[in-house]
Protein backbone atom coordinates (compact mmCIF):
# COMPACT_ATOMS: atom_id res chain seq x y z
CA UNK A 1 0.00 0.00 0.00
CA UNK A 2 1.22 3.48 -0.72
CA UNK A 3 2.74 5.54 1.79
CA UNK A 4 3.36 9.13 1.54
CA UNK A 5 6.19 8.97 0.01
CA UNK A 6 5.28 6.86 -2.49
CA UNK A 7 2.11 8.46 -2.41
CA UNK A 8 4.08 11.66 -3.86
CA UNK A 9 6.25 9.53 -6.22
CA UNK A 10 3.82 8.48 -7.95
CA UNK A 11 2.09 11.49 -8.49
CA UNK A 12 4.47 13.00 -10.25
CA UNK A 13 5.03 10.23 -12.40
CA UNK A 14 1.12 10.22 -13.24
CA UNK A 15 0.89 14.45 -13.83
CA UNK A 16 3.71 13.55 -15.93
CA UNK A 17 1.88 10.83 -17.45
CA UNK A 18 -1.48 13.33 -17.80
CA UNK A 19 0.15 16.06 -19.51
CA UNK A 20 2.14 13.55 -21.85
CA UNK A 21 -1.54 12.14 -23.00
CA UNK A 22 -2.67 15.61 -23.44
CA UNK A 23 0.54 16.85 -25.61
CA UNK A 24 -0.17 13.43 -27.62
CA UNK A 25 -3.87 13.14 -27.02
CA UNK A 26 -4.00 13.21 -31.13
CA UNK A 27 -2.19 9.96 -31.87
CA UNK A 28 -4.19 7.86 -30.46
CA UNK A 29 -7.70 6.60 -32.28
CA UNK A 30 -10.60 9.02 -31.01
CA UNK A 31 -13.61 5.86 -30.33
CA UNK A 32 -12.28 2.90 -28.84
CA UNK A 33 -12.02 0.30 -31.38
CA UNK A 34 -12.28 -2.87 -28.98
CA UNK A 35 -15.15 -5.82 -29.03
CA UNK A 36 -17.58 -6.02 -25.93
CA UNK A 37 -15.93 -8.29 -23.44
CA UNK A 38 -12.98 -7.64 -24.72
CA UNK A 39 -11.78 -5.97 -21.42
CA UNK A 40 -13.57 -8.02 -19.22
CA UNK A 41 -11.71 -10.93 -19.95
CA UNK A 42 -8.41 -9.28 -19.51
CA UNK A 43 -9.17 -8.45 -15.83
CA UNK A 44 -8.77 -10.95 -13.27
CA UNK A 45 -11.70 -12.42 -11.78
CA UNK A 46 -10.99 -11.77 -8.00
CA UNK A 47 -9.41 -8.71 -6.32
CA UNK A 48 -5.69 -9.31 -5.13
CA UNK A 49 -5.32 -10.59 -1.59
CA UNK A 50 -2.11 -8.81 -1.40
CA UNK A 51 -1.47 -5.43 -2.36
CA UNK A 52 0.53 -4.82 -5.79
CA UNK A 53 2.91 -2.40 -6.39
CA UNK A 54 1.95 0.79 -8.36
CA UNK A 55 3.86 -0.09 -11.51
CA UNK A 56 1.82 -3.34 -12.50
CA UNK A 57 -1.66 -1.01 -11.50
CA UNK A 58 -0.91 1.60 -14.13
CA UNK A 59 1.02 -0.62 -17.08
CA UNK A 60 -1.80 -2.15 -16.38
CA UNK A 61 -3.82 0.93 -17.00
CA UNK A 62 -1.44 1.91 -20.20
CA UNK A 63 -2.41 -1.60 -21.53
CA UNK A 64 -5.59 -2.78 -20.81
CA UNK A 65 -7.75 0.55 -19.88
CA UNK A 66 -6.51 2.86 -22.36
CA UNK A 67 -7.17 0.74 -25.53
CA UNK A 68 -10.34 0.65 -24.32
CA UNK A 69 -11.31 4.44 -23.99
CA UNK A 70 -12.44 6.82 -26.05
CA UNK A 71 -10.92 10.14 -26.52
CA UNK A 72 -13.59 12.96 -25.53
CA UNK A 73 -10.78 15.15 -25.17
CA UNK A 74 -9.24 14.74 -28.26
CA UNK A 75 -9.12 17.98 -31.01
CA UNK A 76 -10.63 15.65 -33.74
CA UNK A 77 -13.95 14.00 -30.94
CA UNK A 78 -17.15 15.81 -33.46
CA UNK A 79 -19.77 12.92 -31.46
CA UNK A 80 -22.29 13.15 -29.55
CA UNK A 81 -21.87 16.85 -27.52
CA UNK A 82 -18.61 18.60 -25.68
CA UNK A 83 -17.58 16.84 -22.35
CA UNK A 84 -15.16 19.42 -21.60
CA UNK A 85 -12.30 19.21 -19.74
CA UNK A 86 -9.47 21.46 -19.08
CA UNK A 87 -6.16 22.00 -17.46
CA UNK A 88 -7.17 23.98 -14.45
CA UNK A 89 -10.37 21.61 -14.28
CA UNK A 90 -8.21 18.66 -13.58
CA UNK A 91 -5.71 20.34 -11.19
CA UNK A 92 -8.75 21.60 -9.03
CA UNK A 93 -10.24 17.77 -9.20
CA UNK A 94 -6.99 16.69 -8.26
CA UNK A 95 -7.24 18.62 -5.01
CA UNK A 96 -11.37 17.82 -4.66
CA UNK A 97 -10.10 14.11 -5.06
CA UNK A 98 -7.00 14.86 -1.94
CA UNK A 99 -9.68 16.81 0.36
CA UNK A 100 -12.04 13.81 -0.22
CA UNK A 101 -14.97 16.79 1.74
CA UNK A 102 -18.85 15.51 2.03
CA UNK A 103 -20.02 19.14 1.08
CA UNK A 104 -23.78 17.98 2.45
CA UNK A 105 -24.01 20.83 4.76
CA UNK A 106 -22.21 24.40 5.35
CA UNK A 107 -20.51 22.48 8.62
CA UNK A 108 -19.29 19.99 6.62
CA UNK A 109 -16.81 22.45 5.07
CA UNK A 110 -18.13 25.68 4.87
CA UNK A 111 -15.87 26.63 1.87
CA UNK A 112 -17.32 24.56 -0.18
CA UNK A 113 -21.23 25.81 0.03
CA UNK A 114 -19.26 29.48 -0.22
CA UNK A 115 -17.55 29.09 -2.75
CA UNK A 116 -20.11 27.02 -4.27
CA UNK A 117 -22.88 30.08 -3.76
CA UNK A 118 -20.56 32.58 -5.03
CA UNK A 119 -19.51 30.78 -7.99
CA UNK A 120 -23.51 30.58 -8.97
CA UNK A 121 -23.77 34.12 -8.97
CA UNK A 122 -20.77 34.57 -11.07
CA UNK A 123 -22.28 32.17 -13.78
CA UNK A 124 -25.55 33.88 -13.93
CA UNK A 125 -23.20 37.42 -14.45
CA UNK A 126 -21.85 35.09 -17.08
CA UNK A 127 -25.06 34.26 -18.30
CA UNK A 128 -27.06 37.48 -18.32
CA UNK A 129 -29.48 34.84 -16.38
CA UNK A 130 -31.41 37.07 -13.39
CA UNK A 131 -29.49 37.60 -10.93
CA UNK A 132 -32.79 37.35 -8.49
CA UNK A 133 -32.07 33.37 -9.13
CA UNK A 134 -30.78 31.50 -6.15
CA UNK A 135 -28.10 28.34 -8.39
CA UNK A 136 -26.70 24.99 -7.23
CA UNK A 137 -24.62 22.46 -8.34
CA UNK A 138 -25.89 19.38 -9.09
CA UNK A 139 -24.42 16.00 -10.67
CA UNK A 140 -26.41 16.33 -14.42
CA UNK A 141 -29.31 18.00 -16.02
CA UNK A 142 -31.03 14.76 -15.71
CA UNK A 143 -31.20 15.16 -12.13
CA UNK A 144 -31.42 18.91 -12.14
CA UNK A 145 -34.87 18.53 -14.39
CA UNK A 146 -35.77 15.76 -12.44
CA UNK A 147 -35.54 18.30 -9.40
CA UNK A 148 -37.74 20.63 -11.40
CA UNK A 149 -40.86 18.55 -11.93
CA UNK A 150 -41.11 17.09 -8.52
CA UNK A 151 -40.52 21.02 -7.38
CA UNK A 152 -43.43 21.40 -9.55
CA UNK A 153 -45.65 18.98 -8.44
CA UNK A 154 -45.55 20.19 -4.43
CA UNK A 155 -45.72 23.52 -5.20
CA UNK A 156 -49.11 22.68 -7.44
CA UNK A 157 -49.95 19.94 -4.51
CA UNK A 158 -49.22 22.42 -1.53
CA UNK A 159 -46.23 19.80 -0.84
CA UNK A 160 -49.53 17.31 -0.50
CA UNK A 161 -47.67 14.04 -2.44
CA UNK A 162 -44.70 14.72 -0.77
CA UNK A 163 -46.86 14.06 2.82
CA UNK A 164 -49.11 11.62 1.59
CA UNK A 165 -48.15 10.38 -1.89
CA UNK A 166 -50.52 10.95 -4.76
CA UNK A 167 -54.31 10.31 -4.42
CA UNK A 168 -55.19 8.68 -8.00
CA UNK A 169 -56.87 11.34 -8.86
CA UNK A 170 -54.54 13.72 -10.13
CA UNK A 171 -54.16 14.20 -13.73
CA UNK A 172 -51.24 16.04 -14.68
CA UNK A 173 -49.72 17.20 -17.79
CA UNK A 174 -46.05 17.85 -19.07
CA UNK A 175 -45.51 19.72 -22.37
CA UNK A 176 -42.10 19.54 -24.08
CA UNK A 177 -41.56 19.29 -27.63
CA UNK A 178 -40.93 15.76 -29.94
CA UNK A 179 -36.64 16.99 -30.08
CA UNK A 180 -37.00 17.23 -26.37
CA UNK A 181 -33.77 15.12 -24.44
CA UNK A 182 -34.67 11.60 -23.17
CA UNK A 183 -34.19 12.55 -19.78
CA UNK A 184 -37.24 14.44 -19.60
CA UNK A 185 -39.08 11.40 -20.07
CA UNK A 186 -37.17 9.32 -17.61
CA UNK A 187 -37.96 12.47 -14.74
CA UNK A 188 -41.65 12.24 -15.88
CA UNK A 189 -41.20 8.51 -15.15
CA UNK A 190 -39.65 9.03 -12.11
CA UNK A 191 -41.42 11.45 -10.24
CA UNK A 192 -44.57 9.59 -10.84
CA UNK A 193 -46.61 11.61 -13.78
CA UNK A 194 -46.83 8.53 -15.72
CA UNK A 195 -44.96 8.27 -19.57
CA UNK A 196 -48.39 9.09 -21.05
CA UNK A 197 -48.44 12.02 -19.45
CA UNK A 198 -45.90 13.63 -21.49
CA UNK A 199 -47.04 15.53 -23.74
CA UNK A 200 -44.69 16.12 -26.57
CA UNK A 201 -45.39 18.99 -28.77
CA UNK A 202 -44.88 19.10 -33.05
CA UNK A 203 -41.72 20.64 -34.05
CA UNK A 204 -41.38 23.56 -37.20
CA UNK A 205 -39.29 23.20 -39.89
CA UNK A 206 -36.45 24.21 -37.53
CA UNK A 207 -37.10 21.87 -35.32
CA UNK A 208 -37.63 24.38 -32.80
CA UNK A 209 -41.33 23.53 -30.73
CA UNK A 210 -44.74 24.70 -32.54
CA UNK A 211 -46.05 26.89 -29.75
CA UNK A 212 -49.56 27.21 -31.17
CA UNK A 213 -49.58 22.91 -30.98
CA UNK A 214 -48.45 23.84 -27.31
CA UNK A 215 -51.50 26.39 -27.05
CA UNK A 216 -53.65 23.86 -28.47
CA UNK A 217 -52.56 20.71 -26.28
CA UNK A 218 -52.99 22.82 -23.22
CA UNK A 219 -56.64 23.85 -23.80
CA UNK A 220 -57.79 20.13 -25.72
CA UNK A 221 -56.39 18.75 -21.97
CA UNK A 222 -58.13 21.05 -19.63
CA UNK A 223 -61.03 20.37 -22.22
CA UNK A 224 -60.95 16.77 -20.94
CA UNK A 225 -59.87 17.74 -16.75
CA UNK A 226 -56.41 16.95 -17.00
CA UNK A 227 -53.93 19.57 -15.24
CA UNK A 228 -51.41 21.21 -17.04
CA UNK A 229 -48.27 21.37 -14.61
CA UNK A 230 -45.26 22.12 -16.45
CA UNK A 231 -43.70 22.86 -19.92
CA UNK A 232 -39.85 22.17 -20.10
CA UNK A 233 -38.28 24.43 -23.00
CA UNK A 234 -34.85 23.46 -24.44
CA UNK A 235 -32.60 25.71 -25.50
CA UNK A 236 -30.47 23.43 -27.90
CA UNK A 237 -31.79 20.34 -28.73
CA UNK A 238 -29.50 17.18 -28.64
CA UNK A 239 -30.22 16.29 -32.48
CA UNK A 240 -29.70 19.31 -34.06
CA UNK A 241 -29.24 22.53 -31.05
CA UNK A 242 -32.86 23.92 -31.90
CA UNK A 243 -33.77 26.49 -29.63
CA UNK A 244 -37.16 26.94 -28.21
CA UNK A 245 -39.47 30.15 -28.47
CA UNK A 246 -39.00 31.05 -24.69
CA UNK A 247 -40.73 33.98 -24.44
CA UNK A 248 -43.24 32.62 -26.36
CA UNK A 249 -43.45 29.40 -24.16
CA UNK A 250 -43.58 31.45 -21.16
CA UNK A 251 -46.27 33.79 -22.45
CA UNK A 252 -48.56 30.48 -22.81
CA UNK A 253 -46.99 28.60 -19.66
CA UNK A 254 -48.51 32.36 -17.44
CA UNK A 255 -51.60 32.15 -19.50
CA UNK A 256 -52.43 28.52 -17.78
CA UNK A 257 -50.58 28.85 -14.65
CA UNK A 258 -47.54 26.54 -15.86
CA UNK A 259 -44.43 25.83 -14.38
CA UNK A 260 -41.31 26.17 -16.55
CA UNK A 261 -38.11 24.37 -16.64
CA UNK A 262 -35.57 25.40 -19.21
CA UNK A 263 -32.91 22.53 -20.16
CA UNK A 264 -30.03 24.32 -21.80
CA UNK A 265 -27.79 21.70 -20.71
CA UNK A 266 -25.43 22.25 -23.74
CA UNK A 267 -26.46 25.45 -24.85
CA UNK A 268 -26.50 27.40 -21.99
CA UNK A 269 -22.80 28.04 -22.24
CA UNK A 270 -23.13 29.91 -25.57
CA UNK A 271 -25.15 32.84 -23.23
CA UNK A 272 -22.14 34.06 -22.54
CA UNK A 273 -21.59 35.49 -25.53
CA UNK A 274 -23.70 38.88 -25.88
CA UNK A 275 -25.26 37.86 -29.18
CA UNK A 276 -26.51 35.13 -27.76
CA UNK A 277 -28.89 36.42 -24.69
CA UNK A 278 -31.80 36.40 -27.24
CA UNK A 279 -32.24 32.73 -26.56
CA UNK A 280 -33.30 33.59 -22.68
CA UNK A 281 -35.73 36.43 -23.80
CA UNK A 282 -38.68 35.73 -21.09
CA UNK A 283 -36.01 34.29 -18.66
CA UNK A 284 -37.92 36.44 -15.67
CA UNK A 285 -41.13 33.73 -16.06
CA UNK A 286 -39.02 30.72 -15.92
CA UNK A 287 -39.12 28.95 -12.87
CA UNK A 288 -35.74 26.72 -12.72
CA UNK A 289 -32.97 26.59 -15.38
CA UNK A 290 -30.60 24.37 -15.89
CA UNK A 291 -26.88 24.25 -18.12
CA UNK A 292 -23.89 21.87 -18.06
CA UNK A 293 -20.35 23.56 -17.11
CA UNK A 294 -19.36 20.05 -17.71
CA UNK A 295 -20.32 19.91 -21.27
CA UNK A 296 -19.24 23.34 -23.37
CA UNK A 297 -17.45 25.50 -20.56
CA UNK A 298 -14.42 23.57 -19.38
CA UNK A 299 -15.06 22.04 -16.16
CA UNK A 300 -14.91 18.61 -16.19
CA UNK A 301 -17.82 16.30 -15.43
CA UNK A 302 -19.89 16.36 -13.25
CA UNK A 303 -21.09 20.24 -12.93
CA UNK A 304 -24.56 21.03 -13.68
CA UNK A 305 -25.51 24.65 -13.07
CA UNK A 306 -29.42 24.99 -11.70
CA UNK A 307 -31.20 28.15 -11.11
CA UNK A 308 -34.47 28.85 -9.35
CA UNK A 309 -36.63 31.45 -8.93
CA UNK A 310 -37.81 30.02 -5.86
CA UNK A 311 -35.46 28.77 -3.36
CA UNK A 312 -38.30 27.76 -0.89
CA UNK A 313 -40.20 25.59 -3.05
CA UNK A 314 -36.97 23.75 -3.63
CA UNK A 315 -35.63 23.40 -0.03
CA UNK A 316 -39.09 22.96 0.68
CA UNK A 317 -39.36 19.59 -1.69
CA UNK A 318 -36.45 18.27 -0.42
CA UNK A 319 -35.60 19.29 2.79
CA UNK A 320 -34.78 16.42 6.12
CA UNK A 321 -33.91 17.26 8.99
CA UNK A 322 -32.54 13.97 10.93
CA UNK A 323 -31.10 14.68 14.53
CA UNK A 324 -27.66 13.24 13.25
CA UNK A 325 -27.49 16.08 10.53
CA UNK A 326 -28.76 19.31 13.22
CA UNK A 327 -26.24 21.87 13.01
CA UNK A 328 -26.89 25.46 15.06
CA UNK A 329 -25.82 27.17 11.84
CA UNK A 330 -29.36 25.40 9.51
CA UNK A 331 -31.43 28.18 8.49
CA UNK A 332 -28.56 31.07 8.39
CA UNK A 333 -26.29 29.05 5.85
CA UNK A 334 -26.95 27.32 2.58
CA UNK A 335 -27.02 23.65 3.44
CA UNK A 336 -27.23 21.84 0.09
CA UNK A 337 -28.63 18.86 1.35
CA UNK A 338 -31.76 20.55 0.94
CA UNK A 339 -31.73 21.66 -2.88
CA UNK A 340 -31.51 18.44 -4.18
CA UNK A 341 -31.82 14.51 -4.37
CA UNK A 342 -28.58 13.42 -3.15
CA UNK A 343 -26.99 13.83 0.49
CA UNK A 344 -23.22 13.49 0.50
CA UNK A 345 -21.85 16.04 -2.36
CA UNK A 346 -18.77 16.17 -4.33
CA UNK A 347 -16.86 19.91 -3.84
CA UNK A 348 -17.44 20.61 -7.24
CA UNK A 349 -17.38 23.95 -7.69
CA UNK A 350 -13.68 24.48 -6.65
CA UNK A 351 -13.07 23.76 -10.67
CA UNK A 352 -15.42 25.54 -11.66
CA UNK A 353 -13.37 28.35 -9.65
CA UNK A 354 -10.10 27.63 -10.84
CA UNK A 355 -11.70 27.33 -14.82
CA UNK A 356 -13.79 30.71 -14.46
CA UNK A 357 -10.33 32.65 -13.14
CA UNK A 358 -8.01 31.13 -15.10
CA UNK A 359 -9.41 31.33 -18.47
CA UNK A 360 -11.60 34.31 -17.96
CA UNK A 361 -14.84 35.60 -19.73
CA UNK A 362 -12.80 36.64 -22.55
CA UNK A 363 -10.88 33.71 -23.44
CA UNK A 364 -13.70 31.51 -22.90
CA UNK A 365 -16.03 33.48 -25.30
CA UNK A 366 -13.19 33.64 -27.59
CA UNK A 367 -13.18 30.02 -27.89
CA UNK A 368 -17.42 29.23 -28.54
CA UNK A 369 -17.32 32.15 -30.81
CA UNK A 370 -14.76 30.04 -32.68
CA UNK A 371 -16.00 26.74 -32.41
CA UNK A 372 -19.79 28.43 -33.92
CA UNK A 373 -17.73 30.14 -36.36
CA UNK A 374 -16.16 26.25 -37.45
CA UNK A 375 -19.33 25.24 -37.54
CA UNK A 376 -20.30 28.02 -39.79
CA UNK A 377 -17.64 27.22 -41.95
CA UNK A 378 -18.44 23.72 -42.17
CA UNK A 379 -22.38 24.75 -42.80
CA UNK A 380 -21.17 26.58 -45.95
CA UNK A 381 -18.88 23.85 -47.21
CA UNK A 382 -21.47 21.34 -47.28
CA UNK A 383 -24.19 24.23 -48.86
CA UNK A 384 -21.91 24.51 -51.50
CA UNK A 385 -20.64 21.04 -51.89
CA UNK A 386 -23.32 19.62 -54.79
CA UNK A 387 -22.99 15.74 -53.33
CA UNK A 388 -23.95 16.83 -49.49
CA UNK A 389 -26.83 17.75 -47.93
CA UNK A 390 -27.45 20.45 -44.99
CA UNK A 391 -30.39 18.53 -42.99
CA UNK A 392 -31.25 21.26 -40.41
CA UNK A 393 -30.38 24.78 -39.87
CA UNK A 394 -26.99 25.13 -37.95
CA UNK A 395 -28.03 28.22 -34.93
CA UNK A 396 -25.11 26.85 -32.91
CA UNK A 397 -22.07 24.32 -32.91
CA UNK A 398 -23.43 21.19 -34.64
CA UNK A 399 -24.26 20.70 -38.15
CA UNK A 400 -26.60 17.92 -39.50
CA UNK A 401 -25.97 16.69 -42.52
CA UNK A 402 -25.55 13.67 -45.19
CA UNK A 403 -24.22 12.85 -48.28
CA UNK A 404 -26.31 13.22 -50.98
CA UNK A 405 -24.66 12.09 -54.59
CA UNK A 406 -27.45 12.65 -57.17
CA UNK A 407 -30.15 10.50 -58.31
CA UNK A 408 -29.84 8.35 -55.37
CA UNK A 409 -32.82 6.82 -53.57
CA UNK A 410 -33.80 7.58 -50.04
CA UNK A 411 -33.30 3.97 -48.96
CA UNK A 412 -29.57 3.66 -50.59
CA UNK A 413 -28.61 6.78 -48.80
CA UNK A 414 -29.71 6.11 -45.39
CA UNK A 415 -27.05 3.23 -46.06
CA UNK A 416 -24.24 4.18 -47.60
CA UNK A 417 -23.92 7.44 -44.78
CA UNK A 418 -24.16 5.06 -41.74
CA UNK A 419 -21.28 3.16 -44.45
CA UNK A 420 -19.76 6.24 -44.29
CA UNK A 421 -19.96 7.10 -40.84
CA UNK A 422 -18.44 4.09 -40.21
CA UNK A 423 -15.78 4.07 -42.04
CA UNK A 424 -14.53 7.63 -40.83
CA UNK A 425 -14.76 6.18 -37.25
CA UNK A 426 -13.01 2.85 -38.05
CA UNK A 427 -10.26 5.00 -38.98
CA UNK A 428 -9.68 6.49 -35.66
CA UNK A 429 -8.78 9.92 -37.00
CA UNK A 430 -12.30 11.47 -36.08
CA UNK A 431 -15.16 10.65 -34.35
CA UNK A 432 -18.85 11.09 -35.19
CA UNK A 433 -22.35 9.99 -34.47
CA UNK A 434 -25.58 10.25 -35.96
CA UNK A 435 -28.98 11.03 -35.38
CA UNK A 436 -32.69 10.74 -37.43
CA UNK A 437 -34.26 13.85 -38.91
CA UNK A 438 -37.35 12.86 -40.72
CA UNK A 439 -36.47 9.04 -41.35
CA UNK A 440 -33.34 10.38 -43.01
CA UNK A 441 -30.00 9.19 -41.55
CA UNK A 442 -28.02 12.44 -40.48
CA UNK A 443 -24.57 12.76 -39.38
CA UNK A 444 -23.66 15.01 -36.82
CA UNK A 445 -20.73 17.18 -36.86
CA UNK A 446 -20.21 18.91 -33.69
CA UNK A 447 -17.87 20.94 -32.46
CA UNK A 448 -16.87 21.93 -28.65
CA UNK A 449 -13.63 20.22 -27.54
CA UNK A 450 -11.63 22.54 -25.53
CA UNK A 451 -8.44 22.30 -27.91
CA UNK A 452 -10.43 21.92 -30.88
CA UNK A 453 -8.89 24.50 -34.01
CA UNK A 454 -9.36 25.33 -36.94
CA UNK A 455 -7.06 22.70 -38.40
CA UNK A 456 -8.66 19.94 -37.06
CA UNK A 457 -11.52 20.98 -38.46
CA UNK A 458 -10.44 21.03 -41.94
CA UNK A 459 -8.31 18.32 -41.86
CA UNK A 460 -12.58 16.21 -41.11
CA UNK A 461 -13.80 18.10 -43.62
CA UNK A 462 -11.31 16.85 -45.88
CA UNK A 463 -11.49 13.01 -44.61
CA UNK A 464 -14.97 13.36 -45.00
CA UNK A 465 -14.76 13.90 -48.83
CA UNK A 466 -12.15 11.96 -49.34
CA UNK A 467 -14.17 9.32 -47.68
CA UNK A 468 -17.58 9.70 -49.23
CA UNK A 469 -16.49 9.44 -52.40
CA UNK A 470 -14.41 6.41 -51.83
CA UNK A 471 -18.35 5.09 -50.35
CA UNK A 472 -20.20 6.43 -53.02
C1 LIG B 1 -26.68 16.45 -22.57
C2 LIG B 1 -28.07 16.89 -22.44
C3 LIG B 1 -28.88 16.42 -21.40
C4 LIG B 1 -28.42 15.40 -20.39
O1 LIG B 1 -27.39 15.89 -19.61
P1 LIG B 1 -26.83 15.05 -18.37
O2 LIG B 1 -26.06 16.06 -17.60
O3 LIG B 1 -25.98 13.97 -18.95
O4 LIG B 1 -27.98 14.50 -17.62
C5 LIG B 1 -30.18 16.89 -21.30
N1 LIG B 1 -30.65 17.78 -22.20
C6 LIG B 1 -29.90 18.26 -23.22
C7 LIG B 1 -30.50 19.24 -24.16
C8 LIG B 1 -28.59 17.83 -23.37
O5 LIG B 1 -27.84 18.33 -24.36
Same mark, same amino acid.
Given at each position: ?????????????????????????????????????????????????????????????????????????????????????????????????????????????????????????????????? $????????? $??????????????????????????????????????????????? +?????????????????????????????? +????????????????????????? +????????????????????????????????????????????????????????????????????????????????????????????????????????????????????????????????????????????????????????????????????????????????????????????????? $??????????????????????????????????????
Amino acid at each position: MLDNKGFRKFAHQVVDWMADYYENIEKYPVKSGVKPGEIFSLLPDAPPVQGEPMENILKDFEEIIIPGITHWQSPDFFAYFPANSSYPSVLAEMLTATLGAQCMVWETSPAAAELEEKMMQWLMHLTGLP $TSFDGVIQD $TASTATLTSLLTAREQYTRFAINDKGFSGTEKFRIYASEETHSSIEK +AVKIAGFGKENLVKCAVKEDFSMDTDFLKE +AIRYDLSRGYRPLAVVATLGTTSTT +AIDPLKEITKIAKEYGLWVHVDAALAGSALILPEYRFMIEGIEEVDTFVFNAHKWLFTNFDCSAYFVKNKEALIRTFEILPEYLKTRTHGRVNDYRDWGIQLGRRFRALKLWFVLRNFGKQKMQEIIREHIRLAQMIRQNVEESPDFELLAPVPLNTVCFRYHPSGTDEETLNKINQQLLDKLNRSGKIYFTH $TRLHGKFTIRFMIGQTYTREEHVRKAWSEITRTARETG
